[in-house]
Every structure is written in structure tokens, then in C-alpha cells.
């Protein structure tokens, strides 16, 4: 299914813009609502690295960015904790009258806070999970301290957070000083899963401890040793994603799959957003492509040509195994050992030769147990007979047309 662009609208009638993740192959079991952190958006690597994850388990993510952010319109000066919560019940709204309600809230940072809030308030909530977040949205007060007294005195001021300007009133103040976070967290009532890093120096982890301790159970942690705040490293905001996924799974009521029909056999999906990080759908199974670092990728899965090589490694092991149960054969183990590689240098000296070859596949087979000298002889002859290795010696036609627009 194609991610969404949507625009919806604030309280104010403000156009607040998000981006709805669905899998490739089904239609979402569950929808999750995710809050970014504080003057972050929802275009942040880990919001993304954390959604793909939650997709590739069959969840559609909502992420938007709050008022005054990101693509979003109204003046930021203007937004609050408060303001947030209503963004949240928007957003929710929106998703139950065109998709979904929201099952699963997801916060990160401040954001956390904030889901922890909203919770309560929308009911179609099943379950929530907080990222790096404040036990009190007070605790961001430290990230503007430097413009405090300014902001007292005047009502209003300029200051700096990540190295951006933003300007602050004096209602932002008031409003976070205003939260009891302690009641909205002990009267949640519903699945909470904490997610936090105990070398976060943005926000401590005692503020994860306080929320554990305020919340009653069903209730989680999840250490998210030598992450950042902002789970700079795709590592670990990969890890986070998979990690909520598999906890939420526990809780949520969700309904089966509804798997999507298609006229071919895999679907492939590249988003805009990504520069080689690919979805494969195939029947009800998930997978990912990508490229290598060292050539710009996230090296969320093989690359194309591993994955080709791998289809020729399984079918050799498959083939193999199917002729020595059907002889009898006492093989106990297969293992194809393969590297695929392009030898420009030489196939440029026999360019005529109509066994020249850029593509050479090297295999090694190694199999185990006790067998002849001659049964042995006879599985490596087997294994140039294998389906994909004949397709790859084949000629191969490919045909490709564009699909007409719906």
C-alpha cells in the first residue's frame, strides 16, 4: 500500500500536515499515532526508522508534525503542552473518521508526555509506549533556561534549542508548570511500555523510573543501552520499533490481516523518502533491501544481488535435499557457500564470444553425511540442474509496462 501524504486540521483550524506508513502487502492490523519530540518533526531518521519497523509488522503509523512545526502551519510562540494534547486528539480524529482510530499510542521525548497525557482521552486506545520521555513536560524548562528571565519579564523571548531559534511565551511556561503528570500516568489504566536510554543526558533515566513507578501494571521497560536522546544511531531506533511492535502484539485486539491481491507474485515498494532502503511483499512474508553504507545505504537488508544470490544458494540446498530423500541418501546437512561478482576486465577481451559472461556466481557445496565417493559426484552434478541456476543460464525476457493509474 502507497504511503500517504494528509493534511488535516488543528483546533484552530490550523492545516497541520503527517504522513501515514502502511505495509506493502496487507492492510493494516493495527493503527498506531506517533508524537515527535519537542521542536522536532515527523521526518526525524528515527521517527522513520521506528515506523518502518512498526509497517513491516503490519501496523500503519500516523505521524504528523505538531502546530508551528515541520510542515505544519501557526506560530509555534503560540503552542503549549496543552496545545499538543489537542493536536493528538485531532490527528485521532481524524484517522477514526477516514482509516482508523488510533490502538496503539507511540511518544517520543516530550512527545511521550504527551501521548501519556492524550491517552486517556481517546478510547479506542489499547495500548501506549513512551521513547526517552519526562515524567513531567516541565522538565524542558531546563532547554530554555537561558531565556527565562526574559521571557517573565517581557512574555516573550527568543531562545535556542538544538541550535534553531524559536520564540517562547510566557503561557508555554505557565502551562507546563501547570501538568500533574503523576494522576494522568496512576489513572492510565491501559498497557504502557517505557522505552529509555540510561546514557540519555537530555532526559535521565530517573524520569523513566518515576513514570514505571507511578503506573500501574500491565507495565514494561526497555533499556536502550548506549542509545542517544534522539536515537541518532539507525541501530537503535530500528531496535526500538521492533521492540514495540512485538510488545504491543501482546495487547492490542487486532484483527487478521487482510492481505492485499496482486496479479504478480512479490510487490516491491520504494518510498520517497528513502534512497535504497526497499519493502518486498511476498504472500504473507516481509522483507527488506538495501545497500550497504560504504555506497549510501542503511543496510536494512541485503542488496539486490545478495538477495539474487540467495535465491541460488536456497534453490541449490532445496534441490539437493529433494533428490537425496528421494534416493534415500543418507544426507544430514547442506550448506552452499557463495559470492557473486562482475569481471569487466575479461569479458571486455572476449566480447565476441558468446560465452562471455559479465556475472559469475562461485558456489561451494558442502554437504554432510555418510555418503559415497559416487553419490557425492552425483549431488554436485544435481546441483548445476537446480530451477534457478537453469533460469540463470537461460535466456531470460523481461517484460516491463507501466500500471495505469487507478
Known sequence: MRPQKIIFENAQSEKLAARLELPVDQHPHTFALFAHCFTCNKNLTAVRNISRALTMHGFGVFRFDFTGLGESEGDFADTNFSSNVEDLEAAARYMEQHHQAPGLLIGHSLGGAAVLRAAGLLPSVQA???????????????????????????????????????????????????????????????????????????VTIDNAARIYQAARHPKSFI???????????????????????????????????????????????????????TDIGIRQHKLTADEPASVGGDDFGPSPYELLTAGLGACTAMT????ARRKDWPLEQVKVHLSHYKDHAKDCENTEKPESKIDYFDRIVEIEGELSAEQRSKLLEIANKCPVHRTLNAPIQINTELKPKP
Open 128 to 202: 501506549v509506549a513512551a521513547i526517552g520521555a519526562p515524567f513531567s513536560p516541565e522538565h524542558v524548562s531546563h532547554l530554555i533556561k537561558e531565556g527565562t528571565a526574559e521571557i517573565e519579564q517581557k512574555g516573550v523571548a527568543e531562545v535556542s534549542i538544538a541550535g534553531r531559534p524559536f520564540r517562547v511565551k510566557r503561557q508555554f511556561l505557565e502551562d507546563i508548570r501547570s501538568q500533574n503528570m503523576e494522576d494522568k500516568i496512576q489513572s492510565l489504566n491501559l498497557p504502557l511500555l517505557i522505552l529509555h536510554a540510561p546514557q540519555d543526558l537530555t
Open 320 to 323: 539437493l535435499q529433494m533428490y
Open 223 to 277: 533499556s536502550l543501552d548506549g542509545a542517544d536522546h534522539l536515537l541518532s544511531d539507525k541501530a537503535d531506533s530500528r531496535y526500538a520499533g521492533s521492540m514495540i511492535a512485538s510488545w504491543a502484539d501482546r495487547y492490542l485486539n487486532k484483527e487478521a490481516p487482510d492481505l492485499l491481491k496482486s496479479d504478480e507474485d512479490v510487490v516491491v515498494r520504494l518510498d520517497e523518502e528513502d534512497v535504497f532502503t
